[in-house]
């Protein structure tokens, strides 16, 4: 992953997580609800960074986005997408 700017964050955490600290301009959509909002999500510009606590659960976002062909990559801890990335 590069320092270059991007065009969407999405974090997997729950809501109250999310709201509890995230990354600014970053997008809400709980691991849950991924495949529910899969067409959402592929609308998306692209490339699309994930993140969560701790990378585990955007691994799993990753996986199952790219099973549909969304180019996305896992940012791991939503803390260390803040420091690398920039909206």
Do not use: T
Not at 13 to 28: D, L, P, Q
């Amino acid at each position: 992953m590069s320092n270059s700017k991007i065009n969407v964050i999405i974090d997997v955490r729950s809501h109250e997580e999310f709201m509890g600290g995230n990354v600014a301009g970053s997008i809400n959509i709980p691991l849950g609800e991924i495949q529910s909002r899969l067409d959402e999500i592929k609308s998306m510009i692209q490339p699309i960074i994930l993140c969560c606590a701790s990378g585990n659960r955007s691994g799993q976002a990753m996986v199952y986005l790219k099973q549909f062909g969304v180019e996305c990559e896992n940012g791991g801890g939503w803390i260390e997408v803040n420091y690398k990335y920039q909206l």
